[in-house]
């Protein structure tokens, strides 16, 4: 999604020179589908293709299947896998994440499945089959999802994490309660606990032994923990990197050819501020449009408070801003459930919010928390007041 970003960005502010991206799967795709609408069968490869093909000829945009392995930034030159060089005035890093693994004895295992790519999707879905046994290792946004689509197929889903509930950095207390609930609501068995090892025997079964002493056989066993950003093409260029290539607030490396942007990028302001790397789907789209306006050097778009989004089990969930920190937390309720929560800064403003089934609720919240727009805490819990009222 950056890099795609960036490539029409560029197109759609005027700029006539070549483009190029060069990707290991050719035509960029997107991501969040593949733990729901691609693993379930229901959008297929063409569907999930973040524009058609025919696009990128009419934007004359040029598509290299390939895999880069070096960097020089000083010339532009991109060093392929195969031993192709690409070179151009400016270069700009997508370069995404990698899965990150257990670091338990097995953790590595071939067999020990991740979902990052359109490939990992497919080998999935080819194991979820009635009664097969499923363990996901790790309930956050990506496990969840994985526990919920898998319940279609017929598998029997075991969903393990230390955190009891999972989330509530992102969704707080309560939120985080309520969806967590939902997996043994429909049949997920939930275990809390880490584990320590897995083994697999002879007949592909696998082992996954717990910290409590419990072991838990599984066919097939998902790993879904988060991802090592991607910075080998930078530190082979001499960039900077820390959990994240190093970029200013245009998204430009300490080397004025080159830009980074998306999960694999970190920004540190000009005061010295070192920020925390984000992996959400539109931190994407936002970093690829403001390098793309930097390499122009036009104005620097302007964007919202952080914002995402999840589904599960039928229910869709957005969040924006930050649940984490200090402050106060105010719980909006419906039909006894909580439905939207809140966090306002010690200074009584609004810094979070995430709600269930409440997108209108959460881009009030979003324009709220932009513009730090004063509000009531008592109309914040009131399920009866128009949030939308309250961010005019």
């Known amino acids: ?13 005027g700029f006539a020179g070549a483009v190029t991206i060069i990707d290991p799967a050719g035509v960029p795709y997107d991501r969040p589908p593949l733990s729901k609408d691609y693993l379930l069968g229901t959008r297929d490869q063409a569907g999930i293709q973040l524009a058609a093909g025919d696009w990128f000829k009419d934007q004359d945009i040029t598509i ?8 020089e930034p000083d010339v532009g030159t ?21 899965a990150r693994r257990l670091p338990i004895p097995g953790g590595d295992l071939e067999s020990v499945l991740e979902l990052r790519t359109r490939e ?6 080819a194991m979820l089959k009635p009664g097969a046994r499923l363990a996901i290792i790790g309930a956050g946004l990506i496990g969840a999802e994985v526990a919920s689509s898998a319940l279609p197929f017929g598998a029997d889903v075991v969903l393990i994490d230390p955190q ?16 967590h609930a939902m997996h043994p609501e429909r049949g997920v068995d939930v275990v809390t606990g880490a584990p320590v090892a897995i083994t ?41 990197t820390d959990n994240g290539t190093i970029v200013d607030e245009s998204q430009r490396t300490a080397h004025p050819k080159v830009y980074a942007v998306g999960d694999s990028s970190r920004i540190r302001r000009a005061d010295g501020t070192l920020l925390r790397r984000a992996e959400h789907w539109e931190h994407a789209m936002n970093t690829g ?51 939207v929560v809140f966090r306002l800064d010690p200074e009584g403003f ?42 005019r």
Do not use: C
């Open 1 to 13: 999604m950056a890099g795609f970003t960036v490539a029409k960005e560029l197109r759609g502010r």
């Open 64 to 71: 290299i299947t390939g895999t880069a392995v070096a960097l």
């Open 78 to 98: 991109v060093v392929l896998e195969d031993g192709r060089e690409i070179t151009g005035d400016r270069v700009v890093l997508a370069t995404g994440g990698t």
């Open 120 to 125: 990992d999707a497919d080998r999935l879905r």
């Open 164 to 179: 009891d509930p999972p989330l509530i950095p992102a969704v707080g207390h309560e939120l985080a309660n309520r969806l």
């Open 200 to 240: 697999a025997d002879d007949g592909g079964t696998h082992h996954i032994e717990m910290v409590s002493g419990e072991t838990i056989a599984a066919d097939a066993v998902l790993v879904g923990i988060g991802i090592i950003p991607e910075t080998r093409l930078a530190e082979s260029a001499g960039l900077e």
């Open 289 to 339: 449009a403001t390098a793309a306006a930097a390499l122009l050097g036009q104005e620097l778009p302007r964007h919202g408070a952080s914002w995402f989004w999840s589904d599960r089990h039928g229910v869709h969930v957005e969040g924006v801003g930050s649940m984490a920190g200090e402050g106060t937390v105010i719980v909006r309720e419906k039909d006894g459930e909580p439905s």
């Open 350 to 391: 609004l810094a979070g919010a995430a709600a269930v089934d409440g997108g209108f609720a959460v881009r009030a919240a979003r324009r709220i928390i932009d513009r730090r727009i004063p509000v009531d805490p008592a109309q914040l819990a009131d399920p009866m007041v128009d949030l939308r009222k309250l961010a």
